[in-house]
């Protein structure tokens, strides 16, 4: 299953996409963690996409492409999960090149969607752990010790991308390069399932369990349809 999660930041894309791989043993490649990863480095790629990602902006497609490539290389899991991945029509089209060549199509997208307030509240109570990058959130799901993680002990850090003014500038992006891209994968032939994500994490995991659930045929329809695109 080649799996495509889109949605607005903050809306759960990371926390789902998570559980969902856990649970079925697929991969996750989620760009914003390899790009944190590579910024926390202080490697040539992070170096070049701080600035992008500091400004709220998205990072220039030709790094996104080879970061997941490399990423992809030897990625030989019966799934993989996308998330935050791809963001623009550009980046779409060399997924679709990639997976071309491994024969292997995106079968499903999922479509987190969730009023804009709900994500604004959740960016701003966001913390991760810049060791282990777990994720909390104050309001929702604060760790047992303040401000502390609960996986390795270390101090949890807000991003700084989750100021307010670089959220309203991160979701004015979504909607001008990435949204366009759910009539995309519609227009491609693969599955584009909406799943309202709103709620507790458990209930979104549900939804997203019973969107998951209706595999084996309507996947088998996706690659015909998808198919006849080739
Ligand atoms: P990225 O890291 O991908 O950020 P994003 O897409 O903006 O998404 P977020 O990580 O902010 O949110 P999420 O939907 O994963 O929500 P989460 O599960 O964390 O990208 C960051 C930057 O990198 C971009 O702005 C860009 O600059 C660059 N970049 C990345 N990919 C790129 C690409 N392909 N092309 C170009 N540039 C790229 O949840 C948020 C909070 O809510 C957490 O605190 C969580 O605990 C909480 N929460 C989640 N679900 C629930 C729930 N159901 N109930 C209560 N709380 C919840």
């Known amino acids: 299953m080649i799996l495509v999660l889109l949605g607005?930041?903050?809306?759960?894309?990371?926390?789902?996409?998570?559980?969902?791989?856990g649970e079925r043993g697929w991969r996750r490649i989620a760009t914003g963690d390899l790009l944190r990863v590579a910024v926390r480095g202080g490697t040539e790629l992070g170096r070049r996409a701080k600035c992008y990602m500091d400004a709220g902006e998205l990072v220039p497609d030709e790094l996104i492409v080879a970061m997941v490539r490399e990423a992809l290389a030897g990625?030989?899991?019966?799934?993989?999960?996308?998330d935050g991945f791809p963001r623009t029509e550009a980046q779409a089209a060399a997924l679709d090149e990639v997976l071309d060549g491994l024969r292997r199509p995106v079968d499903r997208v999922l479509v987190f969607e969730a009023p804009e307030p709900v994500v604004v509240r959740r960016l701003s109570g966001r913390r991760s752990c810049p060791s282990c990058g777990a994720v909390y959130n104050v309001y929702l799901a604060p760790p047992r010790e303040d401000?502390?993680?609960?996986?390795?002990?270390?101090?949890?850090?807000?991003?700084?991308?989750?100021?307010p003014e670089t959220v309203r500038r991160r979701l004015a992006v979504y909607r001008e390069?990435?949204?366009?891209?759910?009539a995309y994968y519609e227009r491609r032939g693969a599955e584009v399932l909406r799943v309202a994500a709103d709620g507790t994490v458990e209930e979104v995991r549900c939804r997203v369990r019973e969107a998951l659930g209706r595999t084996g045929s309507s996947t088998a329809a996706?690659?015909?349809?998808?198919?006849?695109?080739?």
Do not use: M, N, Y
């Not at 607005?8 to 969902?20: D, N």
């Not at 990625?75 to 996308?82: M, N, S």
């Not at 401000?147 to 100021?163: M, P």
């Not at 996706?222 to 080739?230: F, K, M, N, Q, Y």
């Open 222 to 230: 996706a690659r015909s349809r998808r198919a006849g695109h080739l």
């Open 147 to 163: 401000e502390r993680c609960e996986r390795c002990g270390s101090e949890l850090a807000r991003r700084s991308d989750d100021e």
């Open 8 to 21: 607005p930041p903050g809306v759960g894309k990371g926390t789902q996409g998570e559980l969902v791989a």
């Open 75 to 82: 990625a030989d899991a019966d799934g993989v999960v996308f």
């Open 177 to 182: 390069e990435t949204a366009p891209l759910i």
